[in-house]
Nanobody, 113 residues
Framework: QVRFVESGGGLVQPGGSLRLSCAAS????????MGWYRQAPGKQRELVAT?????SYADSVKGRFTISRDNTNNALYLQMNNLKPDDTAVYYC?????????WGQGTQVTVSS
């Protein structure tokens, strides 16, 4: 079983940047879709971005966030620029193939002055 561990979260001021990483314990090449989701306090988990043959973004992060994956190093990334207080949430990585639907444990991102 492949396990996913997120890192890179923290406290940042509005307008700042963070880069989230999701490290896999094994090969991610079989996962045809990977993505980032987030969950703010009192809200449902929502899609942030996905990557397969194409990339897709929630409207709220388009132009500010960039998703990428590195199959050689078995990692998924989320570059987040121009962060806003509404981006505050726990961010989770997700991986999907025909047999697995896996989640990481999450990393907290807090955007506040």
């Amino acid at each position: 079983q492949v396990r996913f561990v997120e890192s890179g979260g923290g406290l940042v001021q509005p307008g700042g940047s963070l880069r989230l990483s999701c490290a896999a314990s094994g090969s991610i090449s079989s996962f045809y879709v990977m993505g980032w989701y987030r969950q703010a306090p009192g809200k449902q988990r929502e899609l942030v971005a996905t990557i397969s043959d194409i990339t897709s973004y929630a409207d709220s992060v388009k132009g500010r966030f960039t998703i990428s994956r590195d199959n050689t190093n078995n990692a998924l990334y989320l570059q987040m620029n121009n962060l806003k207080p509404d981006d505050t949430a726990v961010y989770y990585c997700h991986a999907l193939n025909d047999y697995r639907n896996d989640w990481g444990q999450g990393t907290q991102v807090t955007v506040s002055s």
